[in-house]
Nanobody, 116 residues
Framework: QVQLVESGGGLVQAGGSLRLSCAAS????????MGWYRQVPGKQRELVAE???????NYADSVKGRFTISRDSPKNMLYLQMNSLKPEDTAVYYC??????????WGQGTQVTVSS
């Protein structure tokens, strides 16, 4: 089992920045990749960014150049630096971890609200 706890969400004006953090615990050694997803009411959860154990990253087109995902493996932490935020970035952001067998784990989510 892997436990994930997000923090860092909040209310910010358009053009501002936020940094999300995700603390992982439990069977950390089994984690293969980690990522951030987001969801707005009435829509499917969508990938924002992901990072593999080897450090390769992948971003949704809508956040490329504005968001940066990073991972501090010794501290079991995952981060998402979000710059130049837009109102359409408003969502609940979820931390995700996938182990080597393909099992996915989710945090409880953190609300990000960007005002225009």
């Amino acid at each position: 089992q892997v436990q994930l706890v997000e923090s860092g969400g909040g209310l910010v004006q358009a053009g501002g920045s936020l940094r999300l953090s995700c603390a992982a615990s439990g069977s950390i050694i089994s984690i293969n990749s980690m990522g951030w997803y987001r969801q707005v009411p009435g829509k499917q959860r969508e990938l924002v960014a992901e990072i593999t154990g080897g450090g390769s990253t992948n971003y949704a087109d809508s956040v490329k150049g504005r968001f940066t995902i990073s991972r501090d493996s010794p501290k079991n932490m995952l981060y998402l630096q979000m710059n130049s935020l837009k109102p359409e970035d408003t969502a609940v952001y979820y931390c995700n971890a996938r182990n080597r067998w393909g099992t996915r784990y989710w945090g409880q989510g953190t609300q990000v609200t960007v005002s225009s």
